[in-house]
């Protein structure tokens, strides 16, 4: 085998860096290396066509093993994760009986969520009748102010039942600022309830108590680095807190679970949790705890609810399935896949089995639980997870810098800075720079939504009517694009759109393609056409069609004499569009033709505009 490798390597002459940029540079043929081929991310960094060795020369993360401090090629030698399935508990009997039932399904971790006023001895024993809490990982989220309740009254249900806590696993998901980042209101307090939890959870040794919620922060739309530097900085309040409170670090680190959502931005999120776990195990160690493995972090993985979409809701299949890659191929402990329906009804069987299997077949089938990092040694991720790293590491010092993190949520720069992220990304979306297929990109014609929808996005609860500070913002990317197409749908109106397709027949097929996929997008009626003598054939047979709207798709140069020919000859009998970006715009202009679609418009807002024009509110 030795002796095949060096003849491989042998018959190929090494390549220098420079070498490979020179012909890059021949082939791009005068046009710039940095604007064609440098990713310019929204991280605040760029990302390079290629890497090569020389580019992870001195990194300490690159030599590293599993298992091994800093842990940013894991905190286990193998790469197994548990598949968790939550339960929204109202019914206790038939939340057990569910609960039973995915046991017998694949389900290796249970997340029961259930109302405060729940809480009590009877219900915890309901719920967890015929589970084994020694097999199965028990997770639990109710309001903050029945956190340590809910922990004693844990830790007395286990201990009736003889089992050995050491190998019960679980959380209790307190989360100390929920309040000021979901509702905007300041909770001073919050230190002394972390306290009751984390005293209660002394009785269960293998119980996470304490959480940080990165994925709050995910799901309103907060980019990659950004939630990892707030995560970081949300953990370290918590330890730095509560070691002042009398705990030592081992004893708070040990009982804190990062909660992070995970977008489909692929390589990006497998180098967010590499460098969570580095990052994260450097803060720990800076408090010099008594063992190393208070530095480990216990990371769960779920999907993002930012990038789902009511529309052509099966896609939401593929974005959570590159999701649980990502996390799955990154080490995390625990994934939660959502049902591909959640963004407007309760899930059913189906999507929630779906959702299982999504896991399970990366397990079965694909074996990504039998290679630990499959990642490591590649030139790109390498860098990817230095260069989030020190982007995330350059806010978590910009947050201690200012007090801390519930000094920042308390003072609103938090959800400020998220809701920026946010208003940024879905203005990326508006104008297609960030792709929702389905949405903004592709849309389904005939698809109509607005039947199926059982829940909204808002909960209508008040909770934030006695906001004081700037709260999070949980818009989804698709919201926006949602609500214009159901608006089309409640008004009773189909507005229609008609290609009048003549000219050049390579530049008339491609625009009238695009621009049906733009009026799509607001769940407009599409005619097409095969192609056209004449302009005064299109627009007789546009006006015979009840067109409200006609997209003249054509070429450029063509453009100057059929775009005035078809404007005058509608004489504003329909509205008038020029599919692309001609040269002589400024002149069709002058002429009173003013709308215009190409690669360059705001979506969006342009068929906001059409969609007033046309009176849908």
Request: with cysteine; glycine share 6%; net charge negative.
């Amino acid at each position: 085998m030795a002796e095949l490798k060096e003849k491989l390597f042998s018959e190929f002459a090494p390549v220098s860096t420079e070498e490979w940029m020179a012909k890059i540079t021949a082939d791009l043929k005068g046009a710039p290396f940095e604007k064609k081929l440098v990713w310019k991310t929204s991280e605040g960094f760029n990302v390079n066509p290629f890497y090569r060795a020389e580019d992870i020369e001195g990194l300490k993360t690159a030599t590293s093993l599993p298992g091994e401090f800093p842990y940013v090629r894991g905190t286990k030698t193998d790469n197994d994760w548990k598949v968790r399935q939550n339960i929204d508990v109202t019914d206790f009997k038939a939340a057990n009986a569910k609960a039973l039932d995915v046991l017998n399904k694949g389900i290796t971790s249970l997340g029961f969520h259930f109302c405060g006023d729940d809480v009590t001895a009877e219900n915890i024993a309901t719920l967890l009748e015929g589970i084994c809490p020694e097999c199965v990982e028990l997770n639990f989220k109710t309001c903050n102010n029945k956190a340590a309740t809910l922990v004693g009254l844990l830790a007395d249900y286990l201990q009736a039942k003889g089992v050995d806590l050491e190998k019960c696993e679980g959380s209790v998901s307190y989360n100390p600022f929920k309040k000021p980042l979901v509702k905007g209101v300041a909770f001073d307090g919050w230190v002394e309830q972390a306290t009751a939890v984390l005293t209660a959870g002394k009785a269960l040794p293998a119980f996470h108590v304490l959480a940080v919620d990165a994925c709050t922060l995910n799901d309103a739309g907060s980019y990659i680095s950004q939630e990892l530097g707030y995560a970081l900085a949300w953990g370290n309040e918590i330890i730095a807190k509560l070691t002042e409170a009398g705990f030592s670090v081992d004893e708070v680190a040990k009982k804190i679970k990062f909660n992070f959502g995970t977008t489909a931005n692929y390589f990006m999120e497998i180098a967010k949790f590499r460098a969570a776990r580095w990052l994260w195990a450097e803060i720990v160690a800076a408090y010099q705890p008594a063992c190393d493995c208070a530095s480990k972090m216990v990371a769960h993985a779920q999907s993002s609810n930012w990038n789902m979409t009511v529309y052509d809701a099966h896609v939401n299949l593929l974005r959570t399935q590159t999701e649980a890659m990502s996390a799955a191929i990154a080490g995390v402990d625990s994934i939660t896949v959502a049902p591909f329906d959640q963004t407007y009804q309760d899930s059913d069987d189906f999507s929630e089995r779906i959702a299982r299997n999504q896991q399970l077949l990366l397990k079965e089938e694909c074996h990504f639980d039998k290679v630990v990092d499959p990642s490591a040694g590649s030139y790109y991720l390498e860098v990817l997870t230095g260069s989030i790293a020190d982007e995330a590491w350059k806010l978590f010092l910009e947050v201690e810098d200012k007090g801390g993190f519930y000094a920042a949520v308390k003072a609103g720069e938090v959800q400020k800075a998220v809701n920026a992220s946010s208003v940024a990304r879905r203005k990326a979306v508006a104008t297609r720079r960030e792709i929702l297929l389905g949405s903004n990109q592709y849309p389904n014609f005939t698809e109509v939504a607005a039947g199926k929808i059982k829940n909204e996005d808002d909960c209508n609860c008040g909770c934030g009517a006695n906001a004081t500070i700037e709260k999070l913002d949980f818009s989804r990317g698709a919201s926006e694009f949602e609500a214009l197409r159901l608006a089309t749908e409640k008004s009773g109106k189909t507005p229609k759109v008609f290609m009048l397709t003549i000219g050049n027949l390579a530049m008339r097929l491609a625009r009238s393609q695009f621009s049906g996929n733009f009026f799509g997008c607001a769940g407009y009626k599409l005619i097409d056409n095969l192609g056209f003598e004449t302009v005064e054939a299109g627009v007789d047979a546009a006006l015979k069609a009840g067109a409200d709207i006609v997209v003249l798709c054509s070429s450029d140069d063509e453009y100057t004499e059929y775009a005035p020919a078809a404007y005058k000859l509608l004489a504003g009998k329909a509205e008038f569009v020029v599919a692309g970006a001609p040269a002589c715009m400024d002149d069709l202009k002058a002429q009173g033709i003013t709308e215009f679609i190409n690669v360059k418009s705001n979506v969006l807002e342009t068929l906001k505009a059409f969609n007033s024009k046309l009176g849908i509110a």
